[in-house]
């Protein structure tokens, strides 16, 4: 496979932003993650860090489209899923987005979550 690397994205955010007040939360959840990833999240013991990464990897593919002039398909269209062995990976559930290949990094320690992106 010698697929060419044609945009690259970094993002890095503080997990305690994604410590909510119950008030805020659904309309904040609703409006970045999808249904799937935000079971995901909750399905954890503290969903805080695994929200701030899929976040993180939110911006980290805007900035790696905006990097070939590639319009990003917006927060929610974008959804951030886990293989089996727990590995990331990416679904973009808006048409004209098939062509790129999205990979994805992701970690998350103390206050911090971070997330890598290539596109081929
Ligand atoms: C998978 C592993 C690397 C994750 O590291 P960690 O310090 O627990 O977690 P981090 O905060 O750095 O990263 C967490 C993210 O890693 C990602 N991840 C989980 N399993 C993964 C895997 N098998 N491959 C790649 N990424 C993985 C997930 O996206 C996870 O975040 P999420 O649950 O919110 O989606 C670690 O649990 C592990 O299995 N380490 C053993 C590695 C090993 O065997 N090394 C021997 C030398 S090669």
Redesign the pocket.
């Given at each position: 496979m010698n697929d060419i690397v044609s945009g690259i994205g970094v993002d890095v955010e503080s997990i305690s932003r994604f410590r909510i007040p119950e008030s805020k939360k659904q309309s904040f959840l609703i409006r970045i993650f999808t249904k799937k990833e935000i079971r995901?999240?909750n399905s954890?013991r503290d969903p805080a860090?695994?929200l701030a990464?899929?976040y993180a990897a939110k911006e980290a593919i805007f900035k790696a489209f905006s990097g070939i002039g590639v319009k990003c398909p917006g927060y929610n269209n974008i959804e951030?899923l886990?293989?089996e062995?727990?590995?990331?990976i990416v679904k973009i559930n808006k048409e004209g987005y098939d062509k790129f290949n999205i990979l994805v990094?992701?970690?998350?320690?103390g206050d911090m979550a971070i997330a890598f992106v290539v596109i081929t």
């Open positions: 995901y999240c954890k860090p695994s990464v899929r951030i886990n293989k062995n727990g590995a990331p990094s992701l970690s998350h320690s």
